[in-house]
């Protein structure tokens, strides 16, 4: 499997993990770890499971990402929150900076639920972290937005959610991956402007609102790389939103997201 498959989800899916196989055998109160990255991992997970989250293996996938990312520039002037839900003093017994350090997180992801969080999660995901520190601009909000909407930190209510169980790509109009890989897309719209977040690898998006019908509404991100299409059964309402179509403008494809 190469990266590019692995990114847009051209892998088979992995079967869902009931929550009381994850907490089988394993305390929930967390012990002192010689690594405080190990700690880390742990806890966090543990704020994940009491936030009603559903473990399985694309949400560890995400999990991992996001904090190794928050690991790495944690102390950057961009990272303008706090995470609550960590044991005190052990944000600081970690330093930030150190793509080493971060690494650890995907490595203790494995160890402990090596179940459906195998080898290919973590070697991709150590890629992915930092192609995204690197690569994304504003990389910052992206990782803000993460803890808002899945540890609930701060306030993240505005934030609309569309669950899509498979995702398609399209070149030159034709289907050239089908794959049943689940994505959440998180959004938010207002009389002219949009935010939109896919966990774990597409960048937070802000752009306007350049058109509307009965039932779809089109969408363009601000640098002009991404169009969005919305679309809705009968009428523009959260509920009936069936379908969001993104347009890669800069790379002549698309990725469509479905409810079923």
């Not at 928050?70 to 002037?77: A, I, S």
Request: proline fraction near 3%.
């Amino acid at each position: 499997m190469n990266i590019f498959d692995y990114l847009f989800g051209n892998k088979e899916s992995e079967d869902k993990i009931d929550k009381t196989q994850l907490q089988s055998g394993q305390s929930e109160k967390l012990l002192e770890y010689s690594d405080p990255v190990e700690q880390y991992v742990l806890e966090s997970v543990s704020d994940l499971k009491k936030k009603g989250g559903l473990i399985e293996t694309k949400v560890l996938e995400a999990e991992a990402i996001y904090l190794a990312a928050f690991l790495y520039m944690k102390n950057d002037h961009e990272i303008d929150f706090d995470i609550d839900y960590f044991s005190e003093g052990l944000l600081d017994s970690i330093p930030s900076k150190n793509y080493q350090v971060a690494d650890k997180v995907f490595f203790y992801m494995n160890r402990h639920y090596p179940s459906f969080y195998g080898i290919s999660e973590k070697e991709y995901g150590m890629q992915g972290y930092k192609m995204n520190i690197q690569l994304a601009s504003n990389y910052s909000s992206y990782i803000k937005k993460y803890f808002i909407h899945v540890h609930k930190i701060n306030s993240g209510e505005d934030y609309l959610l569309f669950s899509s169980p498979r995702n398609c790509l399209w070149e030159d109009g034709v289907k050239s991956i089908d794959s049943p890989t689940q994505r959440d897309i998180y959004y938010k719209m207002n009389a002219d402007k949009f935010e939109l977040m896919i966990p774990p690898f597409n960048p937070l998006v802000h752009g306007i609102i350049i058109s509307k019908t009965d039932t779809s509404i089109k969408c363009q991100s601000n640098d002009g790389k991404r169009t969005f299409i919305f679309k809705y059964k009968e009428k523009i309402v959260s509920e009936n939103l069936l379908e969001i179509d993104m347009y890669r403008n800069d790379k002549g494809d698309m990725v469509s997201y479905h409810k079923k």
